[in-house]
């Protein structure tokens, strides 16, 4: 396909002697073309580190070796990219000056250096005449894929997404169970260390700062856990499936109505006001989701009601920073507490959001891995399978100039082929390959990434001195 770099000219790569071939093979595969052009600078590039070679490392080699890298990566770009004449006019400037190193003429003029190509590297040069609507399918492809496992180079665009599990079977139609019950795991293993850890430390500040001196009120700060505690299976239970609407509707009722018995606090009326203020807030989180399966159906998704802002969601800030000050056991349960609740609130908003999110672009993620017209590798705090199929929807930047957004929005499908978990982020690596990807897709994917490498290699290279290689 136009785009990969097996559809690009690999002459020069394979005129190298064979150890800066290998290593020419690697930087291709894994560098952006503005790394390339930092490398090209400092006359280097970590991948020299990755290979024994029988003599030492000359500099001409070098040098060559990152041109002839350039060469290739250029000729995989389409001549249709989704950049304007400047840039298109720094990619060809950046293009004869790697060839006029390799075939050692420096500085010459374009048409002295056309007329070496046209024996010796016809591939580029088929590639500097050819008319921007032609796309010429394999046309430049003189090597096979032995040096690359990847199809295509992989890069990231001006880009948000969306993503539905839909299902661990190709031919899957729909989910079983209720149309809330998207299959993602809400509660996955980073979200549940979390959790966990919460009520660990909770219950320890508790347990050392009530339970000798006041049992009584150590045992309705327990009540309190166990209410957060259940509201966590109910909402697990309704996103997986595994409860339905009439059982689900009755428990968070439960829940709601187990009130509190503030009693034990003995007339200790700033604790009582603050552990008020924190049932609020977890009363309402009950509550909405009620709201939302009340007016659910096994066909239609409602939108739950909006989480309002409460009063211990401004107090929190104030307790934080006494607590920097002169926290006490007590104070610090408070905002264990508050935080369980907050997990359990982004919880609800996700459910309450996932159908109706996608008619509203501006707010899908904009943190994801890469992208190329044969997959997508994105971060998220959910959970999925191995083999799962994912609805994906993208909306890509096409504008052909920085700072002007022209967005198209692409629907396609997607099978789970990796999951990496990144707990350093709080996230997982989830790495998917298309299924069936239309060729306009591939065409549309292709420009996009390929025009944002282009547009981020200008940009890099007007930090460049003009004295320094390739300061364009």
Known sequence: MPGTHYDSDHSFLEALPFEYKKIAYKILRSSSLEIMLMDLRSQYSKHFEEFKVTEPLEVDYIEKTICACIVAKITSFSKGLYINEIHFQFL????????????????????????????????????????????????????????????????????????????????????????????????????????????????????????????????????????????????????????????????????????????SLNGNIRTESILRDFEEKLNQINRHTITLLENSTPHKLYEGPVLQKLKIDHDIRGYVEKNKKNGSKLLKAFIDLYHYTLLMEKVYNNISSSNYIIIFPEYWSQEYQDISPGGFAFLTEFLVEKNDILELFFRIDVSTSNGVEDFEIIHQRAKVVRIEPRADLGRYLIACEFMTCPEETVMLISHAIQGQEVKDAYNSSGLLDEDDAFGI
């Open 92 to 263: 060809l400037e950046v293009l004869y000056k790697a060839l006029g190193v390799l075939v050692e003429r420096p500085g010459a003029e374009n048409k002295v250096i056309d007329a070496i190509l046209v024996d010796s590297h016809p591939k580029t040069l088929h590639w500097i005449n050819k008319d921007k609507s032609d796309h010429g399918k394999h046309s430049l492809a003189i090597r096979s894929r032995r040096e690359n496992t990847r199809r295509y180079f992989r890069y990231q665009a001006n880009m948000s997404y969306h993503f539905i599990r839909i299902g661990n079977h190709e031919k899957v139609e729909e989910l079983h169970g209720d149309i809330y019950s998207s299959g993602v795991k809400h509660f996955n293993k980073i979200v549940n260390e979390k959790l966990d850890t919460i009520v660990v430390n909770y219950s320890k500040n508790i347990q050392a700062s009530l339970q000798d001196n006041y049992p009584e009120a150590h045992d309705l700060f327990m009540v309190v856990l166990e209410k957060l505690e259940y509201l966590r299976e109910v909402l697990n239970g309704i996103s997986n499936g595994v409860l339905d609407i009439k059982t689900a509707m009755r428990f968070l009722t439960e829940n709601i109505n187990n009130e509190l018995d503030y009693a």
